[in-house]
């Protein structure tokens, strides 16, 4: 992976999905509601100082989001951070950078 691009779309991984997991609260609370159905189906990454995660969720019925999370180094030793996210997507929308 190049850095600054991102990578193309890749199926979501156990990893993907524990991502989303960490994060289904901080959406939540954008929101203001909760989502029963949450899933990764796929992502894509662009390598910065750290790792900017595009993640398509499946919400429920046939309502996405599409979540940018930010991972910092390791050594930074700070937590998964939602930097953006988008509603109103469907399962065809290409997962861009926003």
Do not use: W
């Not at 992976?1 to 999905?17: I, L």
């Not at 609370?29 to 499946?58: C, D, M, P, S, W």
Request: aromatic share 10%; charged share 25%; proline share 3%.
């Amino acid at each position: 992976m190049m850095c600054g691009g991102t990578s193309a779309a890749k199926a979501a991984t156990p990893e993907t999905q524990q991502i989303v997991d960490e994060v289904k609260l901080q959406v939540e609370e954008k929101e203001g509601k909760r989502f029963e159905v949450f899933t990764a189906v796929e992502f894509k990454t662009q390598l910065v100082a750290g790792i900017n995660y595009f993640i398509k969720v499946h919400v429920g019925n046939d309502e996405f989001l599409h979540l940018r999370v930010f991972k910092s180094l390791p050594h930074e030793n700070k937590p998964l951070s939602l930097s953006s996210y988008q509603s109103s997507k469907t399962k065809h929308d290409e997962l861009t950078y926003f």
